[in-house]
């Protein structure tokens, strides 16, 4: 097959259609969350934005919001040092055991959430972690270090190690070199890394879920526990709210990353 019905063709249509199932879940919350009904549901009638009111008053959902991002800041902030700490020191040193833990790092990646949050939940009853705030954050901020791993060892990849030899042979001590010739130079990787886990932990259920209660109450837990007993539509604008914050972190990464490489 040729010209206008050729793979080309094909492959714009299958691209075009996984987009639209994607996205339109997404796109019908947005009419949901601004019904004029009492319940889950289209608009009847006309918009109404009175659930963004509800959302944006109520002492339950503030609180949660504030919560969420406070967790989501301390965990990225835990996975951003730790995992650019680690992508450094595998990339220094370059070794068949660096390899075996770079495998390990991605395991939060890779084992299913619910196994992982079961692990946990016995686990934090050791420490008595569950259902507080540390708790959730060292939760949230290790199974976030793999998309600081990822996103740094990818800039420590086209780092040019020449710079760091230029660097010692002028007498930079190694601290000096990591601050001043490595650090910024893989700055967007690390600001993509902070951005992913962020996201992750401001969207995460599972784990909290097993590991959180009464005294852990976050925006997604309130949405999960809202769906379970009144379908309010508020649920839905919290939704938009969730899907309009991830939107704007993911074009602030192209942005960053459209810098480093212009």
Do not use: C
């Not at 780092?159 to 990591?178: H, I, K, N, T, Y």
């Amino acid at each position: 097959m040729n010209g206008a019905y050729g793979p080309g063709w094909i492959a714009r249509i299958l691209s075009i259609g996984t987009a639209l199932y994607l996205v339109l879940p997404i796109l019908i919350v947005l009419p949901v969350s601004m019904t004029d009904q009492r319940f889950l549901s289209l608009p009847h009638y006309g918009l109404s934005l009175a659930h963004y009111g509800t959302v944006l008053t109520s002492p339950e959902w503030l609180g949660s919001i504030w919560q969420s991002a406070q967790i989501a800041l301390a965990a990225t902030v835990l996975a951003v040092l730790t995992g650019t700490a680690f992508a450094v020191a595998a990339w220094r040193l370059d070794h068949r055991l660096t390899r075996l833990l770079m495998a390990l790092m991605l395991l939060p990646l890779i084992v299913p959430s619910i196994v992982y949050a079961i692990g946990l939940y016995r686990y934090f009853r050791w420490w008595d972690l569950l259902d507080r705030f540390a708790g959730v954050v060292i939760a949230h901020g290790v199974t976030g270090i793999p998309y600081v791993v990822i996103t740094v060892s990818a800039s420590l990849a086209a780092f040019d190690p020449r710079l760091e030899q230029a660097a010692r042979g002028m007498g930079a001590s190694l601290s000096q070199v990591l601050r001043w010739v490595i650090l910024p130079r893989i700055m967007p990787g690390i600001v993509s890394g902070a951005i992913f886990a962020f996201i992750h932990s401001w969207d995460e259920l599972v784990m909290v879920l097993f590991i959180a209660s009464r005294d852990v109450f976050t925006l997604p837990r309130r949405i999960w526990d809202g769906i379970n007993e009144n379908l309010d539509p508020a649920m839905a604008a919290v939704a938009v709210l969730l899907v309009g914050l991830t939107i704007l972190l993911l074009l602030l990464d192209i942005v960053v990353r459209k810098r480093s490489d212009g």
